[in-house]
């Protein structure tokens, strides 16, 4: 009898080699808390996939500008450490590292479409959400789900649907798609916050009106203020009726992170988890690429990528 197909989690040891400096928030110690987590898993759960390559130029050129990706390349090159903007620093690993970020999603997004694995998680940083199309933002170089909604496009998908649940609202995303009808881009976030978009008014301009939702919440929400949302963001999901989803999950919004304000629990995520997998299961055949954004406290990181990936695997 045959198996039925898993849920593939993607990781390469470049990405802990993408140095931050000291002190920086979004360093390597939160995917080795991360992995340290992800041993519980069994085999027979899920399965770990560290053979693949690097987003090409021109798959990352889906998204980003030919001028701001060599800028990267060279800079990354050329020095041992800098800083494209004041949040986002660099050393000589990060454009292999970014350039792998962007590769995981392209990768999944194939063994998915192949038929064999059920669902993904992207297990990588840099991570992307906030980075435009010619300049890098908020920790980000690659918008990783942004090339992969425009790749899997490429490959014949017609609708992709993405759900940020990161505590900052995904700008980059959110900016690339705003005047195209076939990616959907909805969001919860803690607003106002970093870095400053993200309003209910921020619905989609020309072609992409009404393609954009934004949910924005007050600092200390809760569980139960999600919840109270969901059936609106459920109703667009299904009218939308998708071809695949993609999530930038991001953990930041949990009580314990630094540098978040929100009140959610792990068990939150994991609901999260289970409402948006419904979604994809009854619409699009349970096609989901999960990709890592935020969480800073590697506890409550740890914890919450090991309930998310236990309701992708189940």
């Not at 192949?114 to 998680?121: D, V």
């Not at 705003?178 to 400053?196: C, K, M």
């Not at 667009?236 to 930038?248: K, Q």
């Not at 969480?295 to 695997?313: K, N, P, Q, R």
Request: charged share 25%; proline share 4%; aromatic share 12%.
């Amino acid at each position: 009898m045959k198996s039925r197909p898993k849920t593939a989690v993607t990781f390469r040891d470049e990405f802990l080699l993408h140095d931050t400096g000291i002190g920086h928030p979004e360093n390597k110690g939160r995917l080795e808390s991360i992995l340290s987590g992800l041993q519980r898993f069994s085999h027979d759960e899920i399965v770990w996939d560290r053979d693949f390559s690097p987003a090409t130029k021109e798959q990352i050129s889906l998204i980003h500008k030919k001028a701001y990706i060599d800028l990267v390349e060279n800079a990354c090159d050329s020095r041992p450490f800098g800083y494209f903007d004041a949040d986002t620093p660099f050393s000589s690993f990060s454009f292999r590292a970014a350039s792998l970020a962007a590769g995981s999603g392209i990768h999944l997004a194939d063994r998915i479409l192949t038929g064999e694995i059920r669902n993904g998680f992207a297990l990588v940083r840099p991570p992307g959400h906030h980075a435009e199309a010619n300049h890098s933002q908020g920790f980000c170089f690659f918008n990783n789900v942004a090339v992969t909604a425009k790749y899997l496009q490429s490959k014949g998908i017609g609708k992709v649907f993405i759900l940020d649940w990161d505590v900052h609202h995904g700008n980059g995303t959110q900016h690339q798609f705003y005047e195209d009808d076939s990616v959907y881009f909805a969001s919860f976030h803690q607003y106002p916050f970093y870095p400053g978009t993200g309003s209910a008014d921020e619905i989609g301009s020309g072609k992409g009106k009404g393609y954009n939702l934004n949910f924005p919440l007050s600092r200390s929400s809760e569980e139960f203020d999600y919840v109270k949302l969901w059936p609106s963001l459920q109703k667009e999901i299904e009218r939308f009726s998708p071809d695949f989803i993609l999530i930038s999950a991001g953990f930041d919004a949990h009580k314990d992170d630094p540098l978040g304000g929100m009140r959610l629990s792990t068990s939150s995520f994991e609901m999260l988890t289970r409402k948006i997998k419904k979604e994809a299961e009854d619409i699009c055949q349970g096609r989901i690429i999960s990709f890592l954004e935020g969480g800073y406290d590697f506890a409550a990181l740890s914890d919450s990528v090991y309930a998310h990936i236990g309701v992708l695997s189940s």
